[in-house]
Each structure stands twice: as C-alpha cells, then as structure tokens.
Nanobody, 126 residues
Framework: VQLQASGGGRVQAGASLGLSCAAS????????MGWFRQAPGKEREFVAA????????DYADSVKGRFTISRDNAKNTLYLQMNSLKPEDTAFYYC????????????????????WGQGTQVTVSS
C-alpha cells in the first residue's frame, strides 16, 4: 500500500482545511486508516482513525468536535476535514494504514499501522 497525502496549506485561525490521502493497492478497503501529526520539536501524535467500513471512528481529545475523518473505499481515498483550526494544529500531517483488528484500544497506537504516507504540512496562523 502506498499513501499520498495532499491538501495541506497555510490558513488563518478559525478557517477550515480538508486533507486527502490517496491509497494504492486493492487491499485499501480492508485496512484501518488514520491521521497522525507532528509539530516541530514535538512527538508524533494521534489525530483520528477510522475502521475499514467507516462505521467506527476515533479522535484525539484535542480535535474532537472540530475534525472529521471519513473514507471512500470506491475511490481508495481517506479524508480529514478540519474546521475551526487553531495555531496549535500546525504540524506535518501523515496518513496511515494498518492491517490490525480495529478498536478504540489500538486505533491511536503508532505500531498499529504498517504504512505511512509522506505527509503534508498544515500551518495555522493567529
């Protein structure tokens, strides 16, 4: 599986931005997927995850209510809609995919994911 993220950019606080992640490979629809982010000088952190069917999602507390993760298995694409962006959302955003048995107990773990995309930069100015 290869993952190609896009949609990053520079916006003002309070704005919205949508990220996409195009996945290659016919096994996309069976994988749990998610988004992680890493800001300069900080550790990589979980943002959101979604199970293979889109029927289960999990979010970090810091983005709950503002971000929405979704997927379109017919298009092999993962999405992250980000609303009410804050300067602290500034980071490099990575899309990920993993062949694990999805649950809220493991969807936030970096070691659940076998594949990592190259990332896209999101910058939110105040």
């Amino acid at each position: 599986v290869q993952l190609q993220a896009s949609g990053g950019g520079r916006v003002q606080a309070g704005a919205s931005l949508g990220l996409s992640c195009a996945a290659s490979g016919r096994i996309f629809s069976s994988y749990g997927m998610g988004w992680f982010r890493q800001a300069p000088g900080k550790e990589r952190e979980f943002v959101a995850a979604i199970n293979w069917s889109g029927g289960a999602t999990d979010y970090a507390d810091s983005v709950k209510g503002r971000f929405t993760i979704s997927r379109d298995n017919a298009k092999n694409t993962l999405y992250l809609q980000m609303n009410s962006l804050k300067p602290e959302d500034t980071a490099f955003y990575y899309c990920v995919a993993g062949s694990f048995v999805y649950s809220s107990r493991n969807s936030y773990r970096t070691d659940s994911y076998n594949y990592w995309g190259q990332g896209t930069q999101v910058t939110v100015s105040s």
